[in-house]
């Protein structure tokens, strides 16, 4: 689906237009095999980079062709089974493009006219929608971060279902690593291409700090689920090893009397098996016997 809309410094709110006017921005949703040649013909944009906006595989990058720029990012998609999809901007001296599989929320809040969005000054639209792009990438880290960290509490007491869980959150800081590394090189690339004023060149350069922060804040709770799951192992070897010793120090304490009872159980003639009191002699050397091993085992600290 292909939208225009456009709004100038005098207008009060974004407007949906029914087709392209110069400095309008092109909103295209889950495009046909047919919008896509449209877009490539009518804008004559590239028809591969228009179709790497729909690849959820796709590698952040930008790609220059004098006034024109392909700036490929990622953005989250908490509703979705595959969180991480990509979007493709197009900046161009008519126009500013945005291209996605599925509407990314911030795309309905500018919509919606929540969000302030000047479409004739694209290179402000641009770094509106980089800011976008990093708040929702910053709340999917600091969640993430929150359930690392209350995972971190109880790592003692972690069942399966917490495990899968702290695996799951493993691979989403995994993939926001991945996103804001390449994010940082976009943004960096961006300032040398592009040129900005000089209120506008702080601010991508803030996004890129940012940035930086939520990928040292992602590499540090990767750090702690390592740190977790390395405890978590630890701590349930331990108890598996104190599992085993009683069963064995069990069966061990069985064995002394089976093997006595089953020597006086043989039919064959043996010492005291007439002494009225034998019973209570054969009781007593088991629980001599019970009383020798447990202090062994204490002595060497295995109870």
């Keep these: 689906m292909i939208s225009y809309f456009k709004r100038t410094i005098k207008d009060r709110k974004l407007k949906k237009i029914p087709e392209f006017k110069t400095g309008c ?28 906006g729909l690849d959820e595989n796709e590698v952040p990058r ?7 720029h392909y700036i490929l990012l990622k953005t989250i998609q908490p509703h979705l089974e595959k969180e991480m999809e990509t979007i493709l901007i197009v ?14 929320n911030f795309i309905e809040s500018i919509e919606g006219g929540r969000i302030k969005f000047i479409t004739t000054r694209r290179k402000q639209a641009l770094l509106k929608i980089f800011s976008l792009l990093n708040k929702e990438f910053e709340k999917s880290t600091l969640r993430i971060v929150k359930k ?14 917490e495990i899968n869980e702290l695996l799951l959150q493993e691979d989403k800081l995994n993939d926001l690593v991945f996103t804001y590394y390449y994010s940082i090189l976009v943004y ?39 740190n977790i799951r390395n405890s978590s192992f630890i ?35 043996l010492p005291f098996q007439h002494n009225p009191h034998i019973f209570y002699y054969i009781i007593g050397v088991i629980l001599f016997s019970w009383i020798i091993f447990i202090a062994y085992l204490k002595k060497v600290k295995i109870l």
């Design 91 to 104: 900046l161009d001296e008519n126009f500013i493009l945005t291209l996605s599989k599925n509407k990314p």
């Design 235 to 269: 701590f349930l070897s331990n108890r598996l090893n104190k599992v085993i010793n009683l069963l064995t120090v069990l069966t061990i304490l069985i064995s002394i009397p089976a093997a006595i009872s089953g020597i006086y159980g043989m039919n064959v003639l």
């Design 148 to 161: 690392v960290r209350k995972e971190k509490k109880k790592y003692q007491n972690l069942g399966e279902k």
């Design 188 to 226: 960096k690339k961006i300032i040398k291409n592009i040129k900005f004023f000089e209120e506008d060149r702080e601010l991508i350069e803030d996004l890129i700090i940012e940035a930086e922060q939520g990928f040292n804040l992602c590499k540090s709770s990767l750090k702690t689920i390592s």
């Design 62 to 68: 930008v790609e220059s062709e004098k006034t024109r």
């Design 25 to 52: 921005w092109i909103n295209v949703v889950d495009p046909t095999e047919e919008e896509i040649s449209f877009l490539e013909k009518r804008f004559s944009l590239d028809k591969q980079n228009l179709k790497s």
